[in-house]
C-alpha cells in the first residue's frame, strides 16, 4: 500500500483531497459538479449544501489557497455559486481571505473531522491497535475505508517517514494501486466492481503501476483468494505494502488494516512471514468492537 492518507461526504474525509494524477490515461475526469445532476427534481436534495460541500473538497494539500476563479475551474461550478459558498464558510469561521481574493480553509474545520473520529466507533478502537503494533515491531501501520474511487486514512501511527507525500487521517489515495484500496475494492459485490473498473482512471505513477483493467481484475481476485494484498512499488518508487480486510458482522468487508514501509528494507517475503499474521490478529480484534 501506500500508506501515509477529507472528501466530503463529510466522512473521515472532510478536508483533503487525492494526490494530483499525471493523467496518463486518455480518459477524462468530470468535474466534481457534474455528481450532482443526477438529483435534479429531488425536493429533498439541498443543491446549496451540495455546492458548499464540493468546494471545501476544492482545497488540497497542494493548493490551499485559491481565487474564485480557481475554485470555479476546479469544481465545474459557476463563480457566482461559488462566491456565495465561500461568502457563508467565511461568515461561519470555515473559510477566510487575508488579502480578499485567495480563500483557504481555517482550523475551524477541524472540527468536522474530530466529530467524525470521536463518533466513529472504528476509528476509536483503531488507534491504540495500531500504537500498539507500532510500539512493538517498529513499524508504520494504517486503517483506511473505502470513500468513492479512494481510500481514506482513519487511523494512523507513523513510525518512520515512508512516503514522500506526508499522509494523516483524513488523507486520500486512489485505490486501485494501493494495497489498502485493493482489499477494499477485491470485496466490492461484483456489479459494483465492474462499474468501477469500467470508469476508474488508472494512472501510471511509477513504471510498476497496473493501469490495465482485466490485470486488475485478475489481482483482486487473487487478493479475495489470499486474504491480502501486497502492493509493490505502484503508487510511489521504493514503497511497499501489505493490507488484510477488516469484517463487519455481517460479512461484509468495512475496513482494511495495513503496513508500509521502505521496499530495500522491507522484502516481500519477509511481509508474508513476519507481519502478516499481527496485521490479521489486529483486524480480527477490530471486527470485535463491529459486533
Same mark, same amino acid.
Given at each position: 500500500?501506500? #500508506? ?12 483533503? $483531497? ?16 457534474? $455528481? ?13 449544501? $451540495? ?35 465561500? !461568502? ?14 485567495? !480563500? ?44 468513492? #474511487?479512494?481510500?481514506? !486514512? ?36 461484483? #456489479?459494483?466492481?465492474?462499474? !468501477? ?57 468495512? $475496513? ?36
Amino acid at each position: 500500500m501506500h #500508506d501515509q492518507e477529507f472528501p466530503l461526504s463529510l466522512s473521515p474525509a472532510a478536508i483533503s $483531497a487525492p494526490i494530483p494524477p499525471s493523467a496518463l490515461t486518455p480518459k477524462t475526469k468530470p468535474v466534481p459538479a457534474a $455528481a450532482l445532476e443526477v438529483y435534479t427534481g429531488d425536493p429533498n436534495f439541498m443543491a446549496s449544501l $451540495a455546492r458548499g460541500l464540493l468546494v471545501i473538497q476544492a482545497f488540497t494539500p497542494q493548493t490551499p489557497q485559491m481565487t474564485i476563479s480557481q475554485i470555479s475551474v476546479r469544481t465545474g461550478l459557476s463563480r457566482a455559486a461559488v462566491r456565495r459558498c465561500l !461568502y457563508t464558510l467565511s461568515k461561519l469561521g470555515f473559510a477566510g481571505a487575508e488579502d480578499g481574493q485567495r !480563500y483557504s480553509l481555517r482550523p475551524k474545520m477541524l472540527t468536522l473531522a474530530n466529530t467524525y473520529t470521536a463518533s466513529s466507533t472504528l476509528a476509536t478502537a483503531a488507534q491504540p491497535i495500531l500504537e500498539r503494533m507500532s510500539a512493538a515491531l517498529g513499524e508504520s501501520f494504517s486503517v483506511a475505508t473505502l470513500d468513492g #474511487d479512494d481510500i481514506v !486514512y482513519i487511523a494512523r501511527t507513523t513510525v518512520t517517514r515512508v512516503m514522500s507525500v506526508d499522509l494523516h487521517i483524513g488523507s486520500r489515495l486512489p485505490a486501485f494501486c494501493t494495497s489498502m484500496g485493493r482489499v477494499l475494492l477485491a470485496y466490492l459485490p461484483q #456489479d459494483q466492481l465492474e462499474n !468501477y473498473l469500467s470508469r476508474a482512471t488508472l494512472t501510471q505513477f511509477t513504471p510498476r503501476t497496473m493501469t490495465s483493467p482485466d490485470k486488475l481484475r485478475l489481482a483482486l481476485r487473487n487478493v479475495r483468494r489470499n486474504g491480502y494484498a501486497l502492493v509493490d512499488q505502484e503508487l510511489e518508487v521504493g514503497l511497499r505494502s501489505l493490507a488484510v480486510p477488516v469484517y463487519a458482522p455481517n460479512g461484509r468487508v468495512v $475496513a482494511t488494516v495495513n503496513l508500509s514501509g521502505n521496499a530495500p528494507r522491507m522484502p516481500m517475503l519477509d511481509m508474508q512471514t513476519r507481519f502478516l499474521p499481527h496485521l490479521r490478529a489486529a483486524a480480527n480484534e477490530l471486527s470485535v468492537f463491529l459486533n
